[in-house]
């Protein structure tokens, strides 16, 4: 490779895995990760008391787009949210709305930061 052909592209393939063991219809662990599939990206989509994935809704969800009671990730939505973006009973993030929250824009009940709001 030339510098006159720029960067290669590194194609990753969709992944997916979850745990056979089931409580309430949901594994214990399902871990779903986007990749290109027939010229365009498919996003992971995850669901599982432990979830990771780009999507991820779950007791536990780690990923771009999180929903549970512990959510973690780029925008996330739970009862204690760590991310970006949070929305949560206790939220932490970049920006943070909830009962109390906690980051550097932040409406709440109780804020913490910077730029509070409540």
């Known amino acids: 490779m030339t510098m006159l052909e720029g960067p290669r592209r590194i194609r990753r393939r969709p992944y997916m895995y979850h745990t056979e063991r089931t409580l ?14 027939d010229g365009r990206y498919r996003m992971g989509h995850a669901r599982g008391l432990i979830a990771i994935g780009d999507t991820a809704v779950g007791l536990v969800a780690i990923g771009g787009l999180s929903i549970g009671l512990l959510a973690l990730g780029g925008l996330a939505i739970g ?3 760590v991310a970006g973006g949070s929305v949560g009973l206790l939220a932490i993030g970049g ?14 009940l109780t804020g913490y930061g910077p730029v509070t709001w409540g």
Do not use: D, E, F
């Open 95 to 108: 920006v943070s709305i909830g009962l109390t929250a906690v980051g550097a824009v932040v409406l709440g």
């Open 24 to 37: 309430a219809g949901l594994p214990l662990v399902h871990l779903a990760i986007g990749g290109w599939q």
């Open 79 to 81: 009862l204690v949210a």
